[in-house]
Antibody, heavy 120, light 107 residues
Framework: EVQLVESGGGLVRPGGSLRLSCAASGFTFSNYWMHWVRQPPGKGLLWVSR????????DYADSVKGRFTISRDNAKNTLYLQMNSLRAEDTAVYYCARVKVLTGTTFEFWGQGTLVTVSS | DIQMTQSPSSLSASAGDRVTITCRAGQTIFNYLTWYQQKPGKAPKLLIY???SLQGGVPSRFSGSGSGTDFTLTISSLQPEDFATYYCQQSYTAPWTFGQGTKVEIK
């Protein structure tokens, strides 16, 4: 059974940093591109970032480019999102998601989400 | 960025009703259109991919159609467990964008 479990969310002040983790199990993690998607409270879904299977290619939404860094450790089956220079508008539930096919962009499996709150 | 526009934003319906939600892309996305269902406090669930392919385990009362810029999600006979918010997403090009959601409520 595919499982994705996020952790690392919490309350952080504007300008602060946080690192999210997503522990994967039930599939060969090193074969799949992975994504982060976020959802501000009461609002819709927003794609944040993606990383290829070996960690050599990354993409970011313009709203987080230069502030967030996606990475992965295939030996630990774990995906990360390093978030720096956080702003109030980064407040959201952050989901990690696995694609349906190895390099696709349909999100087949999602974690339960971790809430990041940026507030003074 | 490709803008995805869903309509309606919300609807009220009764169990047994046929429900149709539309999604329009700002440019052609061929058939690279995905539908998700999200219930309160839960992660989205994949329903339909490539515009009309039903994800495994999803009831056959859900169907998708369309290509190019105009797409439709249909629930043939609404069940109590279908009351949720539905999102479309273009899977054609980065940045991958979602519609604003359609909330299906009990009438």
């Amino acid at each position: 059974e595919v499982q994705l479990v996020e952790s690392g969310g919490g309350l952080v002040r504007p300008g602060g940093s946080l690192r999210l983790s997503c522990a994967a199990s039930g599939f060969t993690f090193s074969n799949y591109w992975m994504h982060w998607v976020r959802q501000p409270p009461g609002k819709g879904l927003l794609w944040v970032s993606r990383i290829n299977a070996v960690g050599s290619t990354t993409d970011y939404a313009d709203s987080v480019k230069g502030r967030f860094t996606i990475s992965r450790d295939n030996a630990k089956n774990t995906l990360y999102l390093q978030m720096n220079s956080l702003r109030a508008e980064d407040t959201a539930v952050y989901y990690c998601a696995r694609v349906k096919v190895l390099t696709g962009t349909t999100f087949e499996f999602w974690g339960q989400g971790t809430l990041v709150t940026v507030s003074s | 960025d490709i803008q995805m526009t869903q309509s309606p934003s919300s609807l009220s319906a009764s169990a047994g009703d046929r429900v149709t939600i539309t999604c329009r892309a700002g440019q052609t996305i061929f058939n690279y259109l995905t539908w998700y269902q999200q219930k309160p406090g839960k992660a989205p669930k994949l329903l339909i991919y490539e515009a009309s392919s039903l994800q495994g385990g999803v009831p056959s009362r859900f169907s998708g159609s369309g290509s190019g810029t105009d797409f439709t999600l249909t629930i043939s006979s609404l069940q109590p467990e279908d009351f949720a918010t539905y999102y479309c997403q273009q899977s054609y090009t980065a940045p991958w964008t979602f519609g604003q959601g359609t909330k299906v409520e009990i009438k």
